[in-house]
C-alpha cells in the first residue's frame, strides 16, 4: 500500500493508480500549488537572498517545518527548462544535489512515480535521503507548471533516510527577451533528528544552487 495526495491530507491508496484516481489527485496537487503560488507576500519572509535568487519560507500546514519559496530568472523558454526539471534524461546529469534517479512508473501523459536519492550536505550533518514521488506536469497560463509529492513506497535503500515531499513544485512563464521566471515551492520533511538550523540552512542553500547548476546547464 502507498500513499498518494487528495483534499489536503495523505490518504492510503493503492500503488497501481486507477485513471480517476489519477487526474483526483493530479488536480487536487495543482490546485494546492496554484494555492501556494496566490499567497499573499506578507505571509512569508527571506531565508536567503544571492544576486539573482530569493528565497522565502512560512510556516508549512502540512508538516512542522517550513514552506519554501524560490523565484529567480532564467534565460530560456519554459517548455526546455521545464524538460530540465521533471524526472527525465536531464535531471540527474546537471543536479548537484540528486545522486540517483529511476522513473518507477510512467503512469499517464506527463505523469510518472520517480524514486531517486540526494547527497549528504553540511559535512553530512544532514545524511544522504531517498525519496519516492508523484510527479506530474501540466500546462499553466502561457507557460508549465512541475509539480509532486511523496508516495509510500516498501522498498528502502540502504544506508539511505526516506524523507518525504509534502507538495512541492515549479512555475515557468516566459518572460520578453526569451527569458523566464521561475518560481518553486519546496516543503521537504527530511526526518530524522535533525537541528533546524541545519534543515534552514541547508534547504536554502541548496534552492540557490539549484538555479546556478540549473542556469550552467542550459548554457551547454
Not at 524560490?70 to 545522486?99: C, F, Q
Not at 513544485?169 to 535533525?194: A, H, K
Request: with cysteine; charged share 20%; net charge negative.
Amino acid at each position: 500500500m502507498n500513499r498518494c495526495y487528495s483534499n489536503n491530507r495523505i490518504i492510503q491508496t493503492e500503488f497501481v493508480f486507477q485513471m480517476n484516481s489519477l487526474s483526483h489527485m493530479s488536480s487536487n496537487l495543482e490546485e494546492t500549488l496554484v494555492s501556494y503560488h496566490h499567497l499573499n507576500e506578507s505571509e512569508w519572509s527571506i531565508a536567503k537572498k544571492s544576486k539573482d535568487v530569493t528565497v522565502w519560507r512560512k510556516p508549512s500546514t502540512e508538516f512542522s517545518g517550513f514552506l519554501y519559496k524560490t523565484e529567480g530568472i532564467v534565460a530560456e523558454n519554459p517548455h526546455k527548462i521545464v524538460e530540465y526539471i521533471r524526472p527525465g534524461p536531464y535531471r540527474l546529469h546537471w543536479d548537484s544535489l540528486m545522486t540517483s534517479m529511476e522513473i518507477v512508473q510512467t503512469l499517464d501523459k506527463g505523469c510518472c512515480v520517480v524514486k531517486y536519492t540526494t547527497a549528504g550536505q553540511l559535512w553530512n550533518i544532514i545524511s544522504p535521503r531517498e525519496f519516492v514521488d508523484f510527479s506530474y506536469t501540466t500546462d499553466y497560463q502561457s507557460g508549465l507548471l512541475s509539480c509532486g509529492v511523496s508516495v509510500d513506497h516498501d522498498e528502502h535503500k540502504q544506508g539511505f533516510v526516506r524523507g518525504f515531499n509534502h507538495p512541492c513544485g515549479w512555475f515557468c512563464v516566459p518572460m520578453e527577451n526569451s527569458q523566464s521566471l521561475l518560481s518553486g515551492y519546496i516543503q521537504t520533511d527530511l526526518r530524522g533528528m535533525l537541528p533546524q538550523s541545519a534543515v534552514d540552512t541547508a534547504m536554502a542553500g541548496s534552492l540557490v544552487n539549484f538555479y546556478t547548476d540549473l542556469r550552467r546547464a542550459l548554457k551547454v
